[in-house]
């Protein structure tokens, strides 16, 4: 079992800003325990961070993208596609709409208002959803091996859970998600004697939000709020159904990486048999028998 380390705010994520004056000052207080912001004057020195891995996401302000700065607005995309790019808008101008058009063609695909005091709210969530789903991709990518050549369908469903989890809440919207019906799906994966998909779900929203409570400044209400749950309370309960703890004793002990490797440890590797033989898409069938199994007549 793998036990996180007590949070080093010296670990949160960075990120490199374009702005004005002011949006440093504003930035700065949303950003508390959720991002550092490193400020820069021009795109070129935005870009030097990206090379030198020092940033995590770029906020450009609308104000500060002049005509000459286009190109580099979209060098950044270009070649850094994984790190958000996005555009903000904090006032209005004559050159306002002209600006956000260019941006669109220069490949960013995130503009936040922040006039107005809930648009602070969508930034976070923005910059805390791209951490998300960095763990994700660690995910996919050990589960996948973990599978090794199971059918498309196995590995769909795994896709789904790390891709669309976070977000999905209930077994019927995750169903929907790889085409099944809810009712096929707990079927098969019962009679494959492989835990209930439900489970399966429940697990992998919790390695979500194990990455996000990495950040020491994201209260248990603003992560509950981030991965969809009714409320803080609707979390805790949970926690307790599925981990037997509260939600402070699941912040202290796992982060994102241990969360992941009790999930594999769980619902992957004592299963990984079954899984690598188990089709829950197919039509009239759900396992396959293994190729390297014999017949004893």
């Known amino acids: 079992m793998h036990f996180a380390s007590t949070p080093d705010p010296a670990l949160v994520p960075r990120i490199t800003t374009v702005l004005t004056?002011?949006?440093?000052?504003?930035?700065?207080?949303?950003?508390?325990?959720i991002y550092r912001a490193w400020h820069r004057e021009t795109l070129n020195d935005a870009l030097r961070d990206l090379r030198?891995?020092?940033?995590?996401?770029?906020?450009?302000?609308?104000?500060?993208?002049?005509?000459g700065d286009l190109p580099g607005v979209a060098r950044v995309v270009r070649e850094?596609?994984?790190?958000?790019?996005?555009?903000?808008?904090?006032n209005l101008s004559p050159q306002t709409a002209q600006a956000v058009l260019v941006l669109g063609r220069c490949g960013v695909r995130t503009l936040v208002d922040v006039r107005e005091p809930r648009g602070w709210q969508q930034l976070r969530s923005v910059l805390?959803?791209?951490?998300?789903?960095?763990i994700h991709r660690v995910a996919l990518a050990r589960v996948a091996e973990d599978l090794g050549d199971a059918p498309e369908g196995c590995h769909?469903?795994?896709?789904?859970?790390?891709?669309?989890?976070?977000?999905?809440?209930?077994?019927?919207?995750?169903?929907?998600?790889?085409?099944?019906?809810?009712?096929?799906?707990?079927s098969r994966f019962i009679r494959a004697a492989l835990p209930?998909?439900?489970?399966?779900?429940?697990?992998?929203?919790?390695?979500?939000?194990?990455?996000?409570?990495?950040?020491?400044?994201?209260s248990i209400t603003l992560v509950?709020?981030?991965?969809?749950?009714?409320?803080?309370?609707?979390?805790?309960r949970h926690l307790r159904s599925v981990l037997r703890m509260t939600a402070l004793e699941f912040r202290d002990r796992y982060d994102g990486e241990?969360?992941?490797?009790?999930f594999r440890d769980e619902l992957v590797l004592p299963h990984v048999v079954r899984l690598r033989a188990f089709d829950p898409l197919r039509v009239g069938t759900t396992t396959r028998r293994p190729r390297h199994a014999t017949y004893d007549g």
Do not use: W
């Open 128 to 134: 805390l959803h791209d951490q998300a789903t960095e």
């Open 21 to 33: 004056p002011d949006e440093r000052l504003r930035v700065d207080a949303a950003g508390q325990g």
């Open 52 to 67: 030198d891995h020092r940033a995590a996401a770029v906020i450009v302000s609308i104000a500060r993208c002049e005509p």
């Open 80 to 90: 850094f596609p994984r790190v958000p790019a996005v555009a903000l808008l904090s």
């Open 196 to 218: 209930a998909p439900k489970h399966y779900l429940s697990m992998a929203r919790l390695v979500c939000a194990a990455r996000l409570f990495e950040n020491p400044g994201l």
């Open 156 to 186: 769909r469903f795994f896709r789904a859970l790390f891709e669309e989890g976070a977000g999905t809440r209930t077994i019927q919207e995750l169903a929907s998600s790889i085409g099944v019906i809810p009712s096929t799906l707990m």
């Open 224 to 236: 509950a709020n981030e991965l969809d749950y009714s409320s803080p309370q609707a979390f805790g």
């Open 258 to 262: 241990g969360m992941l490797q009790y």
